[in-house]
């Protein structure tokens, strides 16, 4: 028997628990080099469910990678860039039923689902708004609902899940179906704004480089004032509305929501005050002496 067959997990477990070590290692690598803004948020989270948010990010990550970032810069076309997805998909429902994948990606993915109870009823919406990317140019009102629900929403919806099971786990408060419901509501208010305020910041680029265009009857060669207010005006609804239920979630994933949803509020402010025809050259950002403010508010909450 060689040495790396002896090996064993940090805790001294077996070899799954050794994978399950590396493979969580690889997801938590994903979002710290990807994210400055969800790396920092995720620091907050209680260490319990800190790692499961980080599998859910590297796994929608990779999907984003494949749809429009490595894998076009790699020459894929669209048909290799669908079979690559197809495949995600396929190892992530396997990986999910199973208990394993050979991905560490997936495979980590994959535990966080089954700790939380979730599997296709989210990550089939998740893969289906992905490959809408890949067909679809533009969308109309009730398109664009069902995309972000699925790239957005859900994602919302994986952490909410991962956040109430830790916290059943660990004997805290039963919640009743309104206060789920609310819980439920603000997740996937706070995955719309998200997503919303990211397609407003790279309105140009989208149109210009992957030659998308999300915002029904917004035209990026003619988008003005009127269009830039109408979109805030939305996205700050869905701000306010994963505000209110920020209080009601378990203690371990409370400040880390803060923080993401402080964040994106400030983004939507500075969106605010930057004229129209700036959003088209230039992507606005929060410099990082003021996502240290906002993060320094976040943890005294």
Do not use: W
Not at 14 to 35: E, F, H, K, T, W
Not at 136 to 159: F, Q
Not at 224 to 248: H, N
């Amino acid at each position: 028997m060689t040495a790396d067959r002896r090996d064993r997990g940090g805790d001294g477990s077996p070899r799954l628990g050794l994978y399950d070590d590396v493979a969580q290692q690889a997801a938590a690598l994903v979002i710290r080099r990807y994210s400055t803004s969800f790396g920092m948020a995720s620091r907050l989270l209680g260490a319990r469910v800190r790692p499961h948010v980080e599998a859910i990010y590297a796994l929608v990550r990779v999907a984003d990678e494949i749809v429009d970032g490595a894998a076009t810069e790699a020459g894929l076309g669209r048909d290799g860039a669908e079979r690559l997805l197809d495949g995600l998909e396929t190892q992530t429902d396997r990986a999910v039923t199973e208990g394993y994948g050979s991905d560490l990606v997936v495979h980590a993915f994959a535990r966080t689902a089954r700790f939380a109870g979730f599997g296709r009823d989210l990550t089939a919406p998740f893969f289906a708004s992905m490959r809408t990317d890949l067909h679809e140019s533009s969308h109309d009102a009730e398109s664009l609902a069902r995309y972000i629900y699925g790239s957005a929403e859900v994602v919302g919806l994986m952490c909410l899940r991962v956040f109430l099971a830790d916290d059943r786990a660990h004997s805290g408060p039963a919640r009743g179906e309104a206060e789920r419901a609310e819980l439920e509501n603000g997740a996937r208010a706070l995955g719309a704004a998200f997503q919303k305020v990211n397609f407003l910041r790279d309105l140009h680029a989208d149109a210009q480089v992957l030659g998308r265009s999300y915002f029904p009857g917004v035209d990026p060669a003619t988008f003005g004032e009127d269009d830039k207010v109408r979109l805030l005006d939305d996205i700050d609804t869905d701000l306010a509305v994963a505000a209110r239920a920020i209080p009601r979630l378990p203690a371990n994933s409370r400040r880390a929501v803060a923080l993401a949803h402080g964040l994106f509020a400030e983004l939507s402010r500075r969106l605010r005050a930057t004229p129209a025809p700036a959003l088209l050259v230039s992507r606005v950002r929060v410099p990082d002496p003021v996502k240290l403010r906002i993060a320094a508010v976040a943890a005294l909450r």
